[in-house]
């Protein structure tokens, strides 16, 4: 099915919704009206949790297509109110919404109580984020513009540091292209002018040029404007965070193409990073549907930062997983401990579990298949 017919069917679902919940007791029956709602959640809630949380964006889309108003404001309730945000609300953003309890969502999809991650700031304000990428692919551009652009990057498999630096570069375009034109859809990197010059030496002003105009846009739009975005939050406010997790972990690709090792990652700018990929991984399909089908409901596994004492407690189960920032609940069958900036490398692929720096606990195969399941 292409991708135009399933916007399309989603965008009619979503408005034959809206439609029904708006309309007059005089026009529609108010028990009939129940009946249809709370039968379509159900039908939908025996969608697998990443087909769900494909439908959820394409309602989303639909949404931000309108002007803002109360026809918007209408539809973007139909996902709550069909229970299919409850996937999200599981994977980290609080308490399943009473919409979808009302239409009837099977309980089967409903999360047992919030996570504490639901309800904690990101660590990196907007404007604190913009100010550590510009910091990141500094350092990244001073380091490829001395360097032969032919050199392997080991951690990328298949790319050179011409690659790696024209990923990052192409990733600063994007985000800079959503949010000044208020994308209400998806747009594909490749759909996009990148204007890369032809000779790899010029590749790191070529790079830095483009982050800079990005943050100039990022900086001077609103935090909380509607724009498409791939992940959790479908605001401007996404991508400051995406672009520094993108800086952070491609500056380590690059240290350690050229001299084996990563450099210290502030323990601040690495939790939010990884608050980022986490709450971004049921959002990811090459994810989503391995997490799925994992086979580990009711696992526990905790990730434990020893430069702070913060602790991440993630649970598998219920077609992905839920994760809090504290370390209550039940006894994790597996843990590792290491310093922030691992813990984000480490869930990146780029050390390797075995590393020494790593210090484990309990069920060494959960962690693998934790790992396996995540890869990017």
């Known amino acids: 099915m292409s991708d135009a017919l399933l916007s399309t069917l989603a965008e009619a679902l979503a408005e034959l919704v809206t439609a029904v919940e708006t309309s007059e007791d005089e026009d529609l029956d108010p028990d009939t009206a129940v009946k249809w709602l709370e039968n379509t959640g159900h039908t939908l809630g025996r969608l697998g949790a990443a087909d769900r949380r494909t439908l959820d964006g394409l309602f989303r889309e639909a949404a931000l297509r309108e002007s803002a108003g109360p026809r918007r404001d209408e539809l973007l309730k139909v996902s709550e109110g069909l229970g299919l945000t409850e996937d999200a609300y599981a994977a980290g953003r609080g308490a399943a919404p009473e919409g979808a309890r009302r239409l009837g969502a099977p309980e089967s999809i409903r999360p047992a109580s919030p996570t504490a991650s639901a309800t904690t700031p990101p660590t990196a304000s907007p404007d604190a984020a913009c100010d550590a990428v510009a910091e990141h692919v500094l ?3 001073a380091l490829v513009r001395e360097a032969d652009p032919a050199t392997p990057v080991p951690t990328c498999p298949g790319w050179t540091l011409a690659d790696l630096t024209r990923h990052l570069g192409a990733v600063h375009r994007w985000a800079e292209h959503l949010v000044r034109t208020r994308a209400a859809v998806r ?11 032809t000779d790899p030496a010029a590749h790191a002003d070529w790079l830095t040029a483009g982050v800079e105009s990005a943050l100039s846009v990022l900086r001077t739009t609103a935090p909380d404007l509607p724009v498409w975005s791939p992940g959790a ?23 350690l193409a050229l001299g084996g090792a990563a450099g210290a990652i502030d323990p601040r700018t690495a939790a ?7 709450t971004d991984a049921p959002y990811i399909p090459w994810i989503a549907e391995p997490l799925a089908h994992l086979g580990r409901d009711g696992a526990v596994l905790r990730l434990t930062a020893r430069d702070t004492g913060a602790v991440r407690t993630l649970v598998l189960g219920g077609g992905g997983f839920t994760w809090s920032r504290d370390a209550g609940g039940a006894e994790p069958a597996a843990g590792v401990t290491a310093d922030t900036g691992e813990l984000l490398l480490l869930l990146h692929r780029r050390y390797a579990a075995d590393d020494p720096r790593f210090t484990h606990t309990g069920d060494r195969e959960l962690l693998d298949d934790w790992l396996a399941a995540t890869a990017l």
């Open 139 to 141: 350092r990244f551009a």
């Open 187 to 197: 747009v594909r990197v490749r759909d996009l002018p990148l204007d890369l010059p």
């Open 233 to 255: 939050d479908p605001h401007a406010r996404y991508y400051p965070r995406r672009l520094l997790a993108e800086a952070v972990v491609h500056l380590a690709d690059a240290e």
């Open 272 to 278: 939010d990073a990884i608050d980022h990929f986490l």
